[in-house]
């Protein structure tokens, strides 16, 4: 079993920053997948960003140049630094674990809302 626990949203001002953690605890694989994802009002969830064990990245086109994805794999640990913050940016992200070793299976964080706004 996987637990996933993010942290860091909260509201900023557009043109600011935050930056989302979200830690995996239990039985983490060798082969995996974190990302963060979002879902704003009204709207289907999106990808926003993910990172395999091996460091490969994927990131939406709507965030590039603004947001970078990184891991720690020694703490299980994702983050998000989010960077010239867009309105259009506001919604709750949620971090995602991805398992390929043994069997697949994906595990979903609780979600944490991120609000851009003057």
């Known amino acids: 079993q996987v637990q996933l626990v993010e942290s860091g949203g909260g509201l900023v001002q557009p043109g600011g920053s935050l930056r989302l953690s979200c830690a995996a605890s239990?039985?983490?694989?060798?082969?995996?997948?974190m990302g963060w994802y979002r879902q704003a009002p009204g709207k289907e969830r999106e990808l926003v960003a993910r990172?395999?064990?091996?460091?490969?990245?994927d990131y939406a086109d709507s965030v590039k140049g603004r947001f970078t994805i990184s891991r720690d794999n020694a703490k299980n640990t994702v983050y998000l630094q989010m960077n010239s913050l867009k309105p259009e940016d506001t919604a709750v992200y949620l971090c995602?674990?991805?398992?390929?070793?043994?069997?697949?299976?994906?595990?979903w964080g609780q979600g944490t809302l991120v609000t851009v706004s003057s």
């Open positions: 995602k674990y991805t398992n390929y070793v043994v069997r697949y299976f994906e595990i």
């Open positions: 239990g039985s983490i694989s060798s082969s995996n997948d």
């Open positions: 990172i395999t064990s091996g460091g490969s990245i």
